[in-house]
């Protein structure tokens, strides 16, 4: 595939996958990217899961031929993309790597590769040469490792953004839902954290002149990028993207998902246009995570379980607050059988999040959903919907 007339991608889906690093589902696989650009000088941008060495060496030659890579330019050293550079080496032992200090030591950690005369070292604003094309590195630490450089190719204005702009799936099959939904499960479950350093490296990306980006997984993006741009400036400042309200229930018997299911109903009642019910036992984590980040108000409900929030409303939650959860509003309904806490326990797991509202008119359900509780959720729904 060419991304310019001396751009080609050579990278390979991986259909066999069952956990993307070691936890998020990929039903429609995953997508390990590389690029090579011939010039007088021949660079390889990045290397892929070992699983694949021999296909994506092989995609190589096809587009170089007999000729020798002159570089091998290591944006990101997590082994999703960095563990073919032995195979690698062994194909062409007179290659330079061209990467960050950071990167070198984690290579020398993950694969004994050492050899200092074979590499060379760059940092921000440093430049590299192949004779029409002149890459710029930029540094992007924590996008999403810290020894990330992203490379600019001035002359065909492409940025190889390292896993920024990335998604789950891979690229031979059609993603029914579009770039966006598993862009935006992959950007909150993998670099959700780092907000403030992808808000740099947006900086930084707007003083250059792209035409294409080639991110380390899925499409390549090409044309208006203004849209992709844009939903990173609002993922990665914690934005809310999409109005509606989400209702994310855990339940044990039943009822608090009926209850959950009453509060739904009178959002939708009360003329709110998007309601996102939850149930996060049965919803992939991951998805539910990506939902919570999407809209600007959330509710929760859960059981009180051993005078604590039940274990998956706990873990939750933790996956949004370890990700710098923010600049939403909260409400809780919360069950229990004799001794109700879930509400008060679930507060205190956002003590730490920023700019944080609570509703007023949280509710509290005795075992089962009844006439008084109705009463509540409804006032909780017209709060939520005023
Ligand atoms: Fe796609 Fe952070 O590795």
Not at 151 to 160: A, G, I, P, Q
Not at 170 to 198: H, L, M, S, T
Not at 298 to 327: C, S, W
Not at 342 to 365: D, H, P, Q, R, W
């Amino acid at each position: 595939m060419f991304i310019s007339d001396d751009i080609h991608y050579i990278g390979v889906n991986d259909h066999q996958i069952d956990l993307f690093e070691g936890q998020f589902e990929v039903p429609l696989g995953m997508a390990y990217n590389s690029y090579v650009i011939l010039d007088e000088k021949i660079a390889v941008v990045d290397s892929v899961e070992h699983g694949f060495t021999e296909e994506w060496l092989g995609n190589l030659k096809k587009v170089i031929g007999e000729r020798a890579v002159d570089y091998l330019i290591v944006q990101h050293m997590e082994p999703d993309h960095s563990s073919s550079i032995l195979g690698f080496l062994q194909a062409y032992p007179t290659v330079k790597i061209v990467s960050s200090d950071k990167a070198f030591k984690m290579m020398a950690n993950f694969y004994g590769v050492s050899d200092v005369s074979k590499q060379i070292a760059v940092k921000e604003g440093d430049s590299l040469s192949l004779g029409k094309h002149t890459l710029k590195f930029i540094a992007a630490p924590m996008v999403h490792w810290p020894e990330v450089i992203m490379t600019y190719d001035e002359c065909d204005k492409v940025l190889f953004s390292a896993d920024a702009f990335g998604k789950f799936g891979a690229n031979d099959v059609e993603d029914p839902e579009g770039w966006a939904c598993e862009a935006r499960r992959y950007y909150f479950g993998i670099v959700g954290k780092y907000g403030v350093q992808v808000q740099n490296l947006l900086k930084k990306a707007s003083a250059l002149e792209i035409k294409t980006i080639c991110s380390l997984h899925g499409p390549v993006l090409s044309g208006d990028l203004s849209y992709y741009l844009d939903v990173y400036r609002t993922w990665s400042s914690y934005g809310v993207e999409s109005e509606g309200i989400v209702v994310a229930y855990t339940s044990v018997y039943g009822n608090t998902a009926t209850a959950a299911e009453y509060l739904a109903d009178q959002l939708r009642e009360n003329g709110c246009k998007k309601v996102v019910l939850i149930d996060l036992i049965r919803e992939d984590l991951h998805e539910s995570v990506e939902d919570a980040f999407r809209y600007g108000t959330m509710v929760l409900a859960t059981t009180t379980y051993n005078n604590d929030v039940f274990p998956r409303m706990k873990q939750f939650i933790e996956h949004l607050t370890e990700r710098g959860y923010q600049k939403r509003k909260l409400a809780f309904i919360e069950n229990g059988s004799w001794a109700p806490t879930a509400a008060k326990g679930m507060k205190s797991l956002f003590e730490n999040c920023k700019e944080i509202t609570y509703a007023e008119n949280n509710v509290t359900i005795l075992s089962a959903l009844k006439e008084d509780g109705k009463a509540k959720l409804e006032s909780l729904a017209k709060e939520l919907t005023a």
